[in-house]
């Protein structure tokens, strides 16, 4: 049983003192080596010895990992584990360092995996040379299939990522369109290349004729701006905040299929919400917390003092009789989003109460 998302793996005398080494500066990977190397503290440092091969403890530990240093040689990982390989969503990130740890080389699942990540943390550790050959780290250009991760950006459209990943490793005309999300996303000290250029509008992106197209948005696209996606990624920035009230007891589907009727209307995606805000008179209740566990979403509450403080636009009297608050989804939504506008102010749905902010868009 694994206990850290990182693990390290030798076969040989050096390579176990590189492996017992690097753990030593990560306080999240497990280390795996030989029994016949056994140097006696092994069961208190809680490493974990094989007899026999690599090969055939491989794979019982290879997709329990998020990410793989090997001390061996890079030609032996390839064929070690390429029988393992299944996807690359899914692949964990392969790092291979060397036996006199003068290189560390990033082998698999580079961007998606973290491996490129990996072996900067792993030579910086070693005083070693890290060595990354994705083409968007070594261009220093976007990588498609990261873009925004390291903000909660997900995609929803990823059938895509290759060829718009191709675009833009090729320098072909680049159109990037954000309307929303965070905007610290170059992450180079030098200016954007000049094929990559940054439009106002979805209309005057495909008006530009790009080769390809990056667009960052919370809403659903219209008809009209659909073909910029022909080659083209689109991105969910996490920008959405519900604020939220109910009666005591209403379910988590009740909710849920509020949330998702009021969406459609406002023609915004789910996959861009980012927490559900609510009374602290309500952090208990079961619909709410079951709703937002079941998305992922941040799940914050708000004492009603804390709520008073915000100017809404509907106070209510009989809300304020029950909590001491003058009311509930709007000024969490208010509270959480610092938005000065809401996308809807509030609605009454059954036992639902919902309000919906945008996260404005820093500039």
């Known amino acids: 049983m694994t206990r850290n998302p990182y693990a390290v793996a030798a076969i040989t005398k050096h390579g176990v003192d590189i492996a017992r080494s690097l753990s030593a500066s990560f306080q999240n990977m497990d280390v795996i080596y030989p029994k016949k190397f056994e140097k006696g503290d092994e069961a208190k440092r809680g490493i974990q010895m094989y007899e026999g091969s690599i090969r055939d403890v491989l794979p019982s530990v290879f997709h329990s990992y998020k990410g793989i240093v090997m001390v061996v040689s890079i030609g032996a990982v390839v064929r070690l584990v390429a029988p393992l390989l299944k996807d690359k969503k899914t692949d964990p990130g392969v790092v291979v360092v060397d036996d006199n740890k003068e290189h560390a080389i990033s082998v698999l699942s580079g961007h998606l995996g973290g491996a490129n990540e990996l072996t900067k943390e792993v030579a910086a550790a070693l005083g070693a040379r890290p060595v990354i050959t994705t083409a968007s780290e070594v261009r220093q250009t976007i990588p498609v299939d990261l873009f925004g991760k390291r903000f909660g950006w997900v995609w929803d459209s990823p059938e895509n990522l290759v060829s718009v990943s191709a675009s833009v490793v090729n320098e072909e005309k680049i159109a990037i369109i954000q309307e929303s999300g965070e905007k610290d996303w170059w992450e180079y000290d030098r200016p954007m290349p000049e094929n990559i250029k940054m439009y106002a509008s979805i209309e005057e992106a495909i ?3 790009p080769d390809a197209a ?11 701006e659909a073909p910029i996606l022909e080659n ?13 009230g109910c009666n005591r007891g209403t379910s988590g589907a009740e909710i849920e299929s509020v949330i998702k009727e009021t969406l459609d209307e406002l023609n915004l995606s789910i996959k861009s919400v980012k927490a559900i805000c609510t009374i602290d008179l309500k952090k208990d209740e079961e619909g709410l917390i079951e709703t937002a566990k079941k998305y992922g979403w941040e799940f914050t509450c708000y004492a009603p003092e804390t709520l008073n403080t915000v100017e809404i636009e509907e106070p209510s009297d009989t809300v304020y009789k029950y909590t001491g608050a003058y009311g509930v989804s709007e000024p969490a939504a208010r509270l959480y989003s610092g938005a000065d506008e809401l996308a809807l102010v ?4 059954g036992n639902v109460t919902i309000s919906v902010a945008v996260i404005p868009c820093e500039t």
């Not at 990056?214 to 009209?224: A, G, P, S, Y």
């Not at 083209?232 to 939220?244: N, T």
């Not at 509030?346 to 749905?349: A, C, P």
């Open 207 to 209: 008006h530009a004729s």
């Open 346 to 349: 509030k609605k009454k749905s």
């Open 232 to 244: 083209g990624v689109l991105y969910r920035p996490k920008v959405i905040v519900l604020g939220m």
């Open 214 to 224: 990056l667009v960052v948005t919370h809403r659903n696209l219209t008809e009209k």
